[in-house]
């Protein structure tokens, strides 16, 4: 079964940064991380999940919602079977669960809480 563990989230002050890291394995079949694309969502209280950013496969070509354009970075490291999201200038409407998610099998992460407050 494929597993995803997202890490890096925390409490950090307006304009500060974080860096969120995501490692999935247990891929078969042939398969391997560099195969799929990869997304970041997140989610805060009482709303629904959105997507945040993207990154395809071997292309790299990235998507951003227009929300966090100019502020945050998605990237990977095929090599450590790892997808990162690089956030700066946080913002309080930032704050949510963010999960890391594995395009194809359709597979989450269990999330990594980020909070921006003073």
């Known amino acids: ?3 995803v563990v997202e890490s890096g989230g925390g409490l950090v002050q307006p304009g500060e940064s ?3 890291s995501c490692v999935a394995d247990g ?3 042939g398969y391997t991380f560099r195969h799929y694309d990869m997304s970041w969502y997140r989610q805060a209280p009482g709303k629904e999940r959105e997507f945040v950013a993207s ?5 790299l070509s990235t998507r ?3 929300s966090v354009k100019g502020r945050f970075t998605i990237s990977r490291d095929n090599a450590r079977s790892s997808v990162y999201l690089q956030m700066d200038s946080l913002v309080p409407e ?3 669960m963010y999960y890391c998610y594995v395009q194809g099998p359709a597979v989450w992460g269990q ?3 980020v909070t921006v407050a003073s």
């Not at 990154?55 to 292309?59: E, R, W």
């Open 55 to 59: 990154i395809t496969n071997v292309y």
């Open 94 to 96: 930032d704050t949510a």
């Open 64 to 66: 951003y919602a227009d």
């Open 18 to 20: 974080l860096r969120l």
């Open 111 to 113: 999330g990594t809480q």
């Open 1 to 3: 079964q494929i597993r």
């Open 27 to 29: 891929f078969t079949h």
